[in-house]
T-cell receptor, first 110, second 114 residues
Framework: RKEVEQDPGPFNVPEGATVAFNCTYS??????FFWYRQDCRKEPKLLMS???SGNEDGRFTAQLNRASQYISLLIRDSKLSDSATYLC???????????FGAGTRLFVKA | ETGVTQSPTHLIKTRGQQVTLRCSSQ?????VSWYQQALGQGPQFIFQ???????GRGNFPPRFSGLQFPNYSSELNVNALELDDSALYLC?????????????FGPGTRLTVL
C-alpha cells in the first residue's frame, strides 16, 4: 500500500461545477497535511494547509478525517484557471520527510 | 514568486556522468529539501538539509548526495548517472518548525540523461 494515495483522474468538469478530491494516507501518526497545486511543467505551489477543524479559502475547502485517515479538497464554482494537478502532501512525523501523492489531474472546460 | 531559485534550468548528460544542481533558498529559511519528480508522478523526497547537516533521507542510493552552505543554499550531486535519473529536480525551502512545514518550491531543474 502506498503511503499517500490519490485518485489519478483525470477529472473533466464544466465551468461552475463542484469537484472533490480525496487522498488517503497510511501512517496514523501523520501530523501535517497540505494540498499543493502544480501547473503543467511548473513547480508545485502551496494551495492550502489542512487543519483538524477543516479550513476554507474562498472557493476551496479542505477537510481532515483522522479516524479514516483521509483528507479532501472541495472546489466550488470551478474556473478554467483551476485546471491543474492537485497534489496531496503528508508529513508523517512533523519532521523531515514529506510524502507527496501522485496527484489528481483536473480539467475544467468552458 | 517564492524567492527560491534553481540552476541550471535544463541539463543534458550522458550515462555515467556526474551532475551538480544548485538551489538558493528563500530569505529567512534554514531548511532545504530536494525532490525528484518523474513524468506523471508526484515529487519523491530525496533528502533534507537543516543548518548545513543532512536531516533525513528518502529511498535514494548513496550516489545522490548533497550539501548545504552557511547561507542555506544547497547543492544536489548525482554520480554515475543512469537513464532513470531523467526527471525534474525540485528544491524546496522552509523554516523548520515542529508543526508547520510549509515548503516553497523553486522552478526546478529538468535533467535528461541520454
Amino acid at each position: 500500500r502506498k503511503e499517500v494515495e490519490q485518485d489519478p483522474g483525470p477529472f473533466n468538469v464544466p465551468e461552475g461545477a463542484t469537484v472533490a478530491f480525496n487522498c488517503t494516507y497510511s501512517n496514523s501518526a501523520s501530523q501535517s497535511f497540505f494540498w499543493y497545486r502544480q501547473d503543467c511543467r511548473k513547480e508545485p505551489k502551496l494551495l492550502m494547509s489542512v487543519y483538524s477543524s477543516g479550513n476554507e479559502d474562498g472557493r476551496f475547502t479542505a477537510q481532515l478525517n483522522r479516524a479514516s485517515q483521509y483528507i479532501s479538497l472541495l472546489i466550488r464554482d470551478s474556473k478554467l484557471s483551476d485546471s491543474a494537478t492537485y497534489l496531496c502532501v503528508v508529513n508523517p512525523t512533523g519532521g523531515f520527510k514529506t510524502i507527496f501523492g501522485a496527484g489528481t489531474r483536473l480539467f475544467v472546460k468552458a | 514568486e517564492t524567492g527560491v531559485t534553481q540552476s541550471p534550468t535544463h541539463l543534458i548528460k550522458t550515462r555515467g556522468q556526474q551532475v551538480t544542481l544548485r538551489c538558493s533558498s528563500q530569505s529567512g529559511h534554514n531548511t532545504v529539501s530536494w525532490y525528484q519528480q518523474a513524468l506523471g508522478q508526484g515529487p519523491q523526497f530525496i533528502f533534507q538539509y537543516y543548518r548545513e547537516e543532512e536531516n533525513g533521507r528518502g529511498n535514494f542510493p548513496p550516489r545522490f548526495s548533497g550539501l548545504q552552505f552557511p547561507n542555506y543554499s544547497s547543492e544536489l550531486n548525482v554520480n554515475a548517472l543512469e537513464l532513470d535519473d531523467s526527471a525534474l529536480y525540485l528544491c524546496a525551502s522552509s523554516l523548520k518548525t515542529e508543526l508547520n512545514n510549509e515548503q516553497f518550491f523553486g522552478p526546478g531543474t529538468r535533467l535528461t540523461v541520454l
